[in-house]
Nanobody, 129 residues
Framework: QVQPVESGGGSVQAGGSLRLSCAAS????????MGWFRQAPGKEREVVAA???????SYSDSVKGRFTISQDNLKNTIYLQMNSLKSEDTAMYYC???????????????????????WGQGTLVTVSS
C-alpha cells in the first residue's frame, strides 16, 4: 500500500505563502487524478485542488486564484502552492490519489473524497490574522 509523505505545513501570517509537497514511490503513474484536501476543525473534509494525467487542474471557489496544484512525475511528487493565505485557510491538509472512477480534475472536484483510495498523513497549516 502506497503511503505518501507530506511536508511544508506550518504557521504563517495572513497574506503569506506556503508550499506543500507530497511524495510517494510510483503513485502518480498508477492514478489518473491527484488532489489536495483540507479539513478545518468542526468542518467536513473538502477537496480544494485537483490535477489529472493531462495536466488539467481544477480548484474550489474558496482557493481559486490563490492556490496552484502541480506535479512532478519524475519525483513522484505533487505540490500545492498557497499564496495570499487567509485565516479561513487554517486546516489540516491532505494529499490524495483518486481511484479509476475519476479521470479528470473536474470530476474530482465534483466527487470530493468519494473515490479517493490513497491518503497522505496530513500536514497542519495555521494562518494567523
Amino acid at each position: 500500500q502506497v503511503q505518501p509523505v507530506e511536508s511544508g505545513g506550518g504557521s504563517v501570517q495572513a497574506g503569506g505563502s506556503l508550499r506543500l509537497s507530497c511524495a510517494a514511490s510510483g503513485w502518480i503513474y498508477s492514478h489518473y487524478c491527484m488532489g489536495w484536501f483540507r479539513q478545518a476543525p468542526g468542518k467536513e473534509r473538502e477537496v480544494v485542488a485537483a490535477i489529472d494525467s493531462d495536466g488539467s487542474t481544477s480548484y474550489s471557489d474558496s482557493v481559486k486564484g490563490r492556490f496552484t496544484i502541480s506535479q512532478d512525475n519524475l519525483k513522484n511528487t505533487i505540490y500545492l502552492q498557497m499564496n495570499s493565505l487567509k485565516s479561513e485557510d487554517t486546516a489540516m491538509y491532505y494529499c490524495a490519489a483518486y481511484g479509476g472512477q475519476v479521470a479528470t480534475a473536474r470530476e474530482a472536484l465534483i466527487d470530493n473524497d468519494k473515490y479517493v483510495d490513497v491518503w497522505g498523513q496530513g500536514t497542519l497549516v495555521t494562518v494567523s490574522s
